[in-house]
């Protein structure tokens, strides 16, 4: 009680004390402040990371997309050329096989063996 009566003695001591007050209010408003404006900081910075790795992510994913996508029209064509040729050999084979004479008895004569060994 003394204490309070000393600092609220006359007018001057009143002024001192409340202006020593209001800055003790404040500094310290301006320390609790500053935590809580460091967490909103910190929660920004993570909420604008997390959202920039979600578009890197999702453009990769695109890109990753395009690629196979590329792939698939680049091995369909390679599927119906290959197609396409199997048929041709097909055909070739079975030209040969109608225009080649084979003997009845299976038996290959001079002339055709001179071919096969390539004289």
């Given amino acids: ?10 007018r001057t001591t009143s002024a001192i004390t409340a202006v020593v007050l209001v800055f003790a209010a404040l500094f310290t408003w301006h320390k609790v402040d500053k935590g809580s ?11 604008d990371l997390e959202l920039e790795t979600a578009r890197a992510r999702i453009e990769e994913i695109e890109r990753r997309a395009r690629v196979a996508e590329e792939a698939g029209a680049r091995l369909q064509e390679k599927l119906q050329a290959a197609e396409g040729e199997a ?20 038996l290959v004569d001079g002339g055709l063996l ?3 060994r390539g004289r």
């Fill in 114 to 116: 001179d071919r096969l």
């Fill in 1 to 10: 009680m003394l204490f309070l009566r000393l600092l609220f003695r006359n």
């Fill in 37 to 47: 404006a460091v967490r909103k900081a910190v929660a920004e910075y993570v909420a």
């Fill in 87 to 106: 048929i041709r050999m097909n055909e070739e084979i079975e030209r040969y096989a109608e225009e080649t004479d084979v003997p009845a008895d299976g």
